[in-house]
């Protein structure tokens, strides 16, 4: 089966960092993909991972271990911008379709 | 920079009625999705495309749903009869490639609702 878990709502303060994780039971495993949706809007590509390890984007930096099943998404400085949903996706290596699970996402609230 | 453009942004139809949900992919781009979201709950993937044929569907993808390339940018997601509980958002997506490093980029939606 394929399960992946996130925390259902999180808050934090301006400026401040959060982490946010993601742990994954899937039957295949080609790369685990973070999203941000704002309520009502597509979700839009924020990171992705596909070998062990910490990798950077700016204010966005994402971490995966495979051998634990497990990512996080790091959020520095937050601004209040960044309230939203934060979904965690895992590819399926099925290489003829490549399609991407999603988990329930976590709710993100910055506050001031 | 390129993006998935999806039409009508919302839709609303009658239960029993068949929709008709058009997306246009990015133009380099060789895979296509199409996932859907009730309000409230997560992506939920339906089916992808690939080489003008259903690559892989899930379970929510029954009969009453079907896919169409008709042309070279369009692709359509097709409802025959819609129920109360079709009622979402539908989200088109693409990829450039099968790799592990390319993302799905996604369309803005469409709200179907079904009355």
């Known amino acids: ?112 | 920079e390129p993006e998935v453009t999806q039409t009508p942004s919302h839709q609303v139809t009658q239960m029993g009625q068949e929709v008709i949900l058009r997306c246009v992919p990015i133009s380099n781009h060789l895979y296509f999705y199409w996932y859907r979201q009730i309000l409230g709950q997560k992506v939920e993937f339906l089916v992808s495309f690939y080489n003008n044929e259903i690559s892989e569907k899930s379970e929510i993808f029954d009969d009453q749903f079907s896919v169409e390339r008709p042309d070279g940018s369009n692709f359509t997601l097709k409802i025959r009869s819609t129920k109360l509980e079709d009622s979402a958002m539908y989200f088109c997506a693409s990829s450039e490639v099968g790799d592990y490093n390319s993302p799905l980029h996604f369309g803005n939606g469409t709200r179907l609702t079904v009355t």
């Open chain 1, 1 to 112: 089966g394929q399960n992946i878990d996130q925390p259902t709502e999180m808050t934090a303060t301006e400026g401040a960092i959060v982490q946010i994780n993601c742990t994954y039971q899937t039957s295949g495993f080609n790369g685990l993909f973070w999203y941000q949706q704002h309520a009502g809007e597509a979700p839009t590509f924020l990171s992705y991972n596909v070998l062990d390890g910490l990798e950077e984007k700016g204010r966005f930096s994402s971490f995966l271990s495979r051998s634990k099943g497990y990512s996080y998404l790091l959020l520095k400085e937050l601004q209040m911008k960044d309230s939203a949903s934060y979904l965690c996706a895992v590819r399926d290596d099925n290489g003829a379709t490549n399609k991407l699970i999603f988990g329930t996402g976590t709710l993100l609230a910055v506050q001031p």
